[in-house]
């Protein structure tokens, strides 16, 4: 359960440490980023536990903390560091038993692969090796190697790989490289898909996985192991990824499991990454994923500043996996030099507090909750419709993870006229309300205006967005920072919480339908004129006028087109 903020390190025994973590280390002290500081006894127990969370556990029993030591004395050649270092790591090992340890995290088979990483280090370091730092990388070894132990699926399964590796290669045992190798090439292939979308169905873990799979590929040219051509080519790919994903500022659009953080400029997203100062722009406006991702684009700053083009996501595919939420078909849209319709992050928190079931939860997300049902975590959102053209952008999404109802979005972008349109169905077998929900940044102050549910943001600088209801208003509000239950919240990094305004537009019955207009720009005057509007069995006809010029949208069940009318 990483919690990091970048792509990780080309090299496993040189982790890059703050130089002042050492000395915090000889006085007792430790910190854990993101948490805070605590004093511990000289002489661990390991069943330390100050602050009652799993994601300071893990850290402590990966041990990768203690890189700063040896750090700080390979600089200073000052023997404190060193001799705590390797008091560390034996004590460690001396007091962990695998039968009744101290700790749920001793053995742990995330903080395993990452102390087995430790170990692998030191023994590269303590020569000659003593018996104690033999036994234990030999003990650690056998753990990542044995099958039952091995978790198969997902980043932990990656982590012990590269585990399994350092150790196979440090010792060496050639029978745990190659076992490591295999265990690698087999995962990417279903971790990371031909398009280069990972399964974790997070951006930040879309982060994670490119910086591990590029270090267990080092790791294995290191070794004297050729990387695959597919592992090779499906790494190739991730970057993609990043560009079409991230807001138009460069940073995460906080899918899932994801904080704010910027995406860092590798491959293809360096363009976007460095504000377009390095690389080239994507080669299309738009990109559909069949892992459940669709990002559509204004443009890359060829006709106005890249951090004030727009970016539309919506998300679609398999039911919750991973690191993912139960956000079926929810949207994002950023531009202006910000996010306007946001995503608010997660997990918060990994010890299964309510805030972190909340962030996973649908009300978490700009989708249509159903007052009394819970979606369920399986089961698909099929993409049932796109068309992507020059001039915008279409993708119909049908699901049923409500019990007794069915759930049409179609989404339009404009890109001539720079206008995102939601259109929601909503069939139930009996009567619903239905909770048409969109996030928003803290200081949005979203005001309503007329008597449809329209309502416009009122940011003093930054991004704004006037918002149009066209049908579906009979119900409206705005939430900030409720308690209970939870909504009006984003958490913006682990354990942190800020309350921002939740507008929520309802309506009941059987048959429901939503149709929203979204108007982005620097300022709160722009508007559209709608000449004519109405619905059709799926779907809608629409006529705007947005600075002189009309443009007729049809949308139906699976398909949109766009034309212009005369003035």
């Given at each position: 359960?990483?919690?990091?903020?970048?792509?990780?390190?080309?090299?496993?025994?040189?982790?890059?440490?703050?130089?002042?973590?050492?000395?915090?280390?000889?006085?007792?002290?430790?910190?854990?980023?993101?948490?805070?500081?605590?004093?511990?006894?000289?002489?661990?127990?390991?069943?330390?536990?100050?602050?009652?969370?799993?994601?300071?556990?893990?850290?402590?029993?990966?041990?990768?903390?203690?890189?700063?030591?040896?750090?700080?004395?390979?600089?200073?050649?000052?023997?404190?560091?060193?001799?705590?270092?390797?008091?560390?790591?034996?004590?460690?090992?001396?007091?962990?038993?695998?039968?009744?340890?101290?700790?749920?995290?001793?053995?742990?088979?995330?903080?395993?692969?990452?102390?087995?990483?430790?170990?692998?280090?030191?023994?590269?370091?303590?020569?000659?090796?003593?018996?104690?730092?033999?036994?234990?990388?030999?003990?650690?070894?056998?753990?990542?190697?044995?099958?039952?132990?091995?978790?198969?699926?997902?980043?932990?399964?990656?982590?012990?790989?590269?585990?399994?590796?350092?150790?196979?290669?440090?010792?060496?045992?050639?029978?745990?490289?190659?076992?490591?190798?295999?265990?690698?090439?087999?995962?990417?292939?279903?971790?990371?898909?031909?398009?280069?979308?990972?399964?974790?169905?997070?951006?930040?873990?879309?982060?994670?996985?490119?910086?591990?799979?590029?270090?267990?590929?080092?790791?294995?040219?290191?070794?004297?192991?050729?990387?695959?051509?597919?592992?090779?080519?499906?790494?190739?790919?991730?970057?993609?990824?990043?560009?079409?994903?991230?807001?138009?500022?460069?940073?995460?659009?906080?899918?899932?499991?994801?904080?704010?953080?910027?995406?860092?400029?590798?491959?293809?997203?360096?363009?976007?990454?460095?504000?377009?100062?390095?690389?080239?722009?994507?080669?299309?406006?738009?990109?559909?994923?069949?892992?459940?991702?669709?990002?559509?684009?204004?443009?890359?700053?060829?006709?106005?500043?890249?951090?004030?083009?727009?970016?539309?996501?919506?998300?679609?595919?398999?039911?919750?996996?991973?690191?993912?939420?139960?956000?079926?078909?929810?949207?994002?849209?950023?531009?202006?030099?910000?996010?306007?319709?946001?995503?608010?992050?997660?997990?918060?928190?990994?010890?299964?507090?309510?805030?972190?079931?909340?962030?996973?939860?649908?009300?978490?997300?700009?989708?249509?909750?159903?007052?009394?049902?819970?979606?369920?975590s399986s089961g698909s959102t099929d993409m049932i419709g796109s068309r992507s053209v020059a001039g915008f952008d279409f993708?119909?999404?049908?699901?049923?993870?409500?019990?007794?109802?069915?759930?049409?979005?179609?989404?339009?972008?404009?890109?001539?006229?720079?206008?995102?349109?939601?259109?929601?169905?909503?069939?139930?077998?009996?009567?619903?309300?239905?909770?048409?929900?969109?996030?928003?940044?803290?200081?949005?102050?979203?005001?309503?205006?007329?008597?449809?549910?329209?309502?416009?943001?009122?940011?003093?600088?930054?991004?704004?967005?006037?918002?149009?209801?066209?049908?579906?208003?009979?119900?409206?509000?705005?939430?900030?920072?409720?308690?209970?239950?939870?909504?009006?919240?984003?958490?913006?990094?682990?354990?942190?919480?800020?309350?921002?305004?939740?507008?929520?537009?309802?309506?009941?019955?059987?048959?429901v339908r939503f149709v929203t207009m979204f108007l982005p720009s620097k300022t709160i005057s722009r508007g559209a004129s709608?000449?004519?509007?109405?619905?059709?069995?799926?779907?809608?006809?629409?006529?705007?006028?947005?600075?002189?010029?009309?443009?007729?949208?049809?949308?139906?069940?699976?398909?949109?087109?766009?034309?212009?009318?005369?003035?």
């Amino acid at each position: 359960m990483p919690v990091r903020s970048s792509a990780a390190p080309a090299t496993l025994c040189a982790l890059p440490v703050d130089a002042t973590e050492a000395d915090n280390l000889l006085a007792n002290r430790y910190r854990f980023a993101p948490h805070p500081e605590v004093t511990l006894p000289a002489d661990l127990t390991w069943s330390e536990d100050p602050l009652h969370d799993r994601n300071w556990r893990f850290n402590f029993h990966a041990l990768r903390w203690t890189e700063a030591l040896y750090d700080a004395w390979d600089s200073s050649h000052d023997n404190r560091y060193l001799d705590r270092y390797t008091t560390l790591l034996q004590d460690w090992y001396e007091d962990n038993p695998t039968s009744n340890p101290p700790s749920d995290f001793s053995w742990n088979d995330h903080s395993t692969a990452w102390r087995g990483v430790v170990y692998a280090c030191a023994l590269r370091r303590l020569l000659p090796r003593p018996s104690w730092l033999t036994a234990a990388a030999e003990l650690h070894g056998s753990k990542l190697a044995d099958d039952d132990f091995y978790v198969h699926h997902g980043n932990h399964a990656l982590n012990q790989a590269i585990g399994l590796l350092e150790l196979g290669c440090a010792l060496p045992n050639t029978s745990w490289r190659d076992l490591a190798k295999a265990r690698i090439e087999t995962l990417v292939r279903e971790s990371v898909d031909t398009q280069g979308a990972t399964n974790e169905q997070s951006d930040g873990y879309q982060i994670y996985n490119y910086g591990q799979y590029t270090l267990a590929a080092d790791r294995m040219r290191a070794c004297a192991v050729t990387p695959s051509a597919d592992l090779e080519d499906r790494l190739s790919r991730m970057p993609r990824f990043l560009a079409y994903s991230a807001t138009p500022t460069g940073r995460t659009v906080m899918i899932g499991d994801t904080i704010d953080m910027p995406i860092p400029a590798v491959g293809e997203a360096q363009y976007v990454a460095t504000g377009g100062d390095q690389g080239s722009p994507p080669a299309s406006a738009s990109l559909i994923y069949r892992a459940g991702y669709a990002f559509f684009h204004s443009g890359w700053g060829a006709s106005r500043d890249l951090s004030d083009e727009c970016v539309v996501g919506v998300r679609f595919g398999p039911g919750r996996a991973f690191h993912g939420h139960n956000d079926a078909a929810a949207v994002t849209l950023g531009g202006w030099g910000d996010r306007i319709l946001v995503d608010p992050g997660g997990p918060h928190d990994f010890n299964g507090s309510s805030w972190q079931t909340f962030f996973r939860s649908p009300a978490a997300h700009n989708t249509v909750t159903v007052d009394g049902l819970t979606m369920y975590s399986s089961g698909s959102t099929d993409m049932i419709g796109s068309r992507s053209v020059a001039g915008f952008d279409f993708i119909a999404l049908r699901h049923g993870k409500y019990h007794g109802v069915v759930h049409d979005r179609r989404v339009f972008y404009s890109r001539t006229l720079d206008v995102l349109i939601v259109e929601d169905h909503l069939k139930a077998s009996v009567t619903r309300t239905f909770r048409q929900l969109w996030h928003l940044l803290p200081d949005a102050s979203p005001a309503w205006y007329g008597s449809n549910g329209g309502f416009v943001t009122r940011r003093a600088a930054g991004a704004n967005v006037k918002v149009r209801q066209l049908v579906g208003s009979k119900g409206r509000q705005v939430i900030t920072g409720r308690t209970s239950p939870i909504q009006g919240w984003i958490t913006w990094g682990y354990g942190l919480l800020a309350r921002a305004p939740v507008v929520s537009v309802s309506d009941s019955g059987r048959d429901v339908r939503f149709v929203t207009m979204f108007l982005p720009s620097k300022t709160i005057s722009r508007g559209a004129s709608v000449r004519h509007f109405s619905l059709r069995t799926e779907g809608f006809d629409l006529t705007l006028a947005i600075n002189g010029r009309n443009e007729r949208i049809l949308v139906s069940e699976r398909t949109a087109s766009e034309a212009r009318l005369a003035s």
